[in-house]
């Protein structure tokens, strides 16, 4: 796993988007400058699609409390996985239909029926090919309720980082989150397909200039 913190790119982020992208989300503007960064790097990313976390808890009663994971990830096609305007659109669309939930009822009916998925094959020793990134993208959105902790440090120099659900091995997963007013990134992948140095100095091209990412791209 790599992270990245900027206290100053989310004004960067809106100040771009009022121009550029009205009405557009900076998580978005983070996937598309996120996987413009692996493409500058020369990782060759695969920009056909992408996984897109999200909690289906926006689907249920504001009275009802869930507890434990309630997340699914549909795989979806923006016509461009460096535009966030496409981006935007597309996860916009896919979350008005509230597929998810039939995802997740699916997926457990299957569990029912035939239990539950053992053991993945062991990781291949040799790769043919060239790996490229699979990207999955994940927004935990704003965790400014963890204000109160008490924090020996101001927000630009606080630390949030989650662990999620390691990918396959040509996977790379992106985190992002708010807390107070910084910008939190984690890019959590295999190590032994991609160098963590140049998967950090993705992470770092995001958080220093994510609008020259993606205007590179137009």
Same mark, same amino acid.
């Given at each position: 796993?790599?992270?990245?913190?900027?206290?100053?790119?989310?004004?960067?982020?809106?100040?771009?988007?009022?121009?550029?992208?009205?009405?557009?989300?900076?998580?978005?503007?983070?996937?598309?400058?996120?996987?413009?960064?692996?493409?500058?790097?020369?990782?060759?990313?695969?920009?056909?699609?992408?996984?897109?976390?999200?909690?289906?808890?926006?689907?249920?009663?504001?009275?009802?409390?869930?507890?434990?994971?309630?997340?699914?990830?549909?795989?979806?096609?923006?016509?461009?996985?460096?535009?966030? #305007?496409?981006?935007?659109?597309?996860?916009?669309?896919?979350?008005?239909?509230?597929?998810?939930?039939?995802?997740?009822?699916?997926?457990?009916?299957?569990?029912?029926?035939?239990?539950?998925?053992?053991?993945?094959?062991?990781?291949?020793?040799?790769?043919?090919?060239?790996?490229?990134?699979? #990207?999955?993208?994940?927004?935990?959105?704003?965790?400014?309720?963890?204000?109160?902790?008490?924090?020996?440090?101001?927000?630009?120099?606080?630390?949030?980082?989650?662990?999620?659900?390691?990918?396959?091995?040509?996977?790379?997963?992106?985190?992002?989150?708010?807390?107070?007013?910084?910008?939190?990134?984690?890019?959590?992948?295999?190590?032994?397909?991609?160098?963590?140095?140049?998967?950090?100095?993705?992470?770092?091209?995001?958080?220093?200039?994510?609008?020259?990412?993606?205007?590179?791209?137009?």
């Amino acid at each position: 796993m790599q992270t990245a913190r900027s206290a100053e790119v989310l004004g960067r982020m809106r100040a771009w988007r009022d121009q550029y992208a009205p009405g557009v989300t900076t998580s978005a503007i983070t996937f598309a400058a996120f996987a413009s960064a692996l493409r500058e790097l020369g990782l060759n990313p695969d920009l056909s699609g992408g996984t897109f976390l999200a909690d289906a808890r926006r689907y249920v009663d504001p009275g009802v409390s869930i507890d434990s994971n309630f997340c699914m990830g549909p795989y979806l096609s923006p016509p461009s996985l460096t535009d966030p #305007l496409a981006i935007h659109t597309t996860l916009k669309a896919e979350l008005a239909t509230g597929r998810i939930l039939t995802m997740m009822l699916l997926r457990e009916g299957k569990i029912a029926v035939a239990g539950a998925p053992g053991l993945p094959d062991p990781y291949p020793a040799e790769v043919a090919i060239e790996p490229r990134p699979r #990207l999955t993208f994940s927004n935990q959105g704003r965790h400014d309720v963890l204000a109160d902790l008490p924090w020996a440090v101001e927000a630009a120099g606080r630390v949030n980082q989650s662990v999620p659900t390691l990918n396959g091995p040509e996977g790379i997963t992106l985190t992002t989150s708010e807390m107070g007013g910084v910008l939190h990134l984690e890019a959590t992948f295999h190590a032994s397909t991609y160098d963590p140095a140049v998967v950090a100095r993705a992470l770092q091209l995001v958080c220093t200039d994510p609008a020259a990412l993606i205007m590179a791209t137009r």
